[in-house]
């Protein structure tokens, strides 16, 4: 059975990481899955709308969970931000139909207001890792590599939204991640553990805290380096912006050369089922990636 998403690309991927765009899409040709896109979703608003009002997170993505259970799809999402803010408000959602249904009601009225269709609480909210673990399957997966990424040593930056913002995590524990870990491993590469890897990467800092959002990237590509890792990789297009986009300026800061190449998920498992390079978007990172397609052979 074909397995099928209502996709929410989120804003960044369709912006300066357009590689997470593009290689999202090659990623689920090459297994198979069909994306239907959702044209009409908005920004989940990256945990900044709760500043103002709890009810306009909610109701923004009440919004974007209904366009997906007008589908009868679960709603999947590439981006750790837009996974746990709107995993967290399909949560609280569902929590709130159970012991305050007169909140939920206020939220539909809202949407009705606006024309839109009402939130039933009928879906999922997953994001591509989980669709990988928990739908594919590692052993499926597995079966479908034909580019084994053998010797290159790959360390996982999980970020904070994918793992501590849901009360509840699908297929690991979010003090002590082994998904990615175990993906890296399904497709022939090494994992490279360090202390950083579920940490923040700094970016909700950066607009305000400029050298402190850099210091903590900084500190958390050196742990990468020092452990051996040949390339991080992370399911967050903004971890993906504070630690490949900015990290000439990160460099600066730290007073020293990293090059650490950062690769968007679904780049390195695209690769590991034969997906040419040109089709993933890599010629787009600041730091090269050239270094990891060599290793490769590529």
Avoid at 126 to 146: F, M, P
Wanted: a neutral charge; proline letters at 6%.
């Amino acid at each position: 059975m074909t397995l099928k998403y209502a996709y929410f690309p989120g804003c960044v991927a369709q912006g300066a990481c357009r590689e997470l765009y593009q290689s999202t899409r090659a990623l689920t040709q090459a297994l198979g899955i069909e994306l239907i896109e959702l044209k009409k979703a908005s920004c989940c608003g990256s945990g900044t709308f709760k500043e103002d009002s709890q009810l306009l997170e909610d109701t923004v993505n009440a919004r974007n969970i209904a366009l997906a259970e007008s589908l009868n799809l679960p709603l999947l999402t590439h981006c750790s931000t837009c996974q746990g803010v709107i995993g967290r408000v399909d949560e609280r959602l569902k929590k709130a139909g159970e012991q305050r249904p007169e909140y939920v009601d206020q939220v539909n009225g809202l949407l009705q207001k606006e024309g839109c269709s009402p939130y039933k609480g009928s879906t999922t909210v997953l994001h591509l890792l989980w669709a990988l673990v928990g739908d594919v399957g590692l052993e499926n997966l597995q079966a479908k590599v034909t580019r084994k990424l053998s010797g290159l040593k790959c360390a996982a930056f999980y970020g904070c939204y994918l793992l501590r913002t849901q009360e509840h995590l699908p297929y690991d524990d979010p003090y002590d991640p082994q998904s990615m870990e175990n993906v890296f491993r399904v497709v022939g590469a090494t994992p490279v553990m360090y202390r950083g890897r579920t940490q923040c990467c700094g970016w909700p800092l950066s607009s305000y805290a400029t050298d402190q959002s850099f210091h903590m990237a900084g500190g958390h590509i050196q742990e990468a380096i020092a452990a051996g890792a040949d390339c991080m990789v992370t399911p967050c297009p903004l971890c993906h912006l504070n630690l490949d986009s900015r990290q000439p300026e990160v460099e600066r800061v730290m007073g020293q050369k990293l090059g650490l190449p950062v690769l968007h998920l679904p780049q390195l498992v695209a690769l590991a089922l034969g997906v040419p390079p040109k089709e993933l978007g890599l010629d787009r990172h600041i730091v090269s990636t050239r270094p990891v397609l060599e290793k490769l052979g590529l």
